[in-house]
């Protein structure tokens, strides 16, 4: 069993940087790819980045790209989304998923991860 979970959600304000990191844990897991997706109160679920494994492949939301950066640990474990000049649409809470093997055209769709966090919020005040 795969546990996910994420940290380092809070409070900030508009033009700020803050960092969300996801760990996992449990049966020895290697991921094909790890993403990151966020959901809105009253939104659906949207992509936000996504990171192959091997380090090969990036890909990022429109609405975030060029301000958001994915990295990944392969000896950890573990997921990062680095965030700069956030915004208050960026509030959400954002949630770490794993995947045993995506497209490349399918590293957006959640239905392509297996292993979910329990999320963390974040709030991004004007």
């Known amino acids: 069993q795969v546990q996910l979970a994420e940290s380092g959600g809070g409070l900030v304000q508009a033009g700020d940087s803050h960092r969300l990191s996801c760990a996992a844990s449990?049966?020895?897991?290697?991921?094909?790819?790890m993403g990151w997706f966020r959901q809105a109160p009253g939104k659906e679920r949207e992509f936000v980045a996504a990171?192959?494994?091997?380090?090969?492949?990036?890909y990022y939301a429109d609405s975030v790209k060029g301000r958001f950066t994915i990295t990944r640990d392969t000896t950890k474990i573990t997921v990062t989304l680095q965030m700069f000049d956030l915004k208050p649409e960026d509030t959400a809470r954002y949630f770490c998923?794993?995947?045993?093997?995506?497209?490349?055209?399918?590293?957006?769709?959640?239905?392509?991860?297996?292993?979910w966090g329990q999320g963390t919020q974040v709030t991004v005040s004007s």
């Open positions: 990171i192959r494994w091997n380090g090969q492949n990036v």
């Open positions: 449990g049966s020895t897991f290697t991921p094909y790819g």
């Open positions: 998923a794993g995947s045993n093997f995506f497209r490349s055209n399918t590293y957006s769709d959640g239905n392509w991860y297996d292993y």
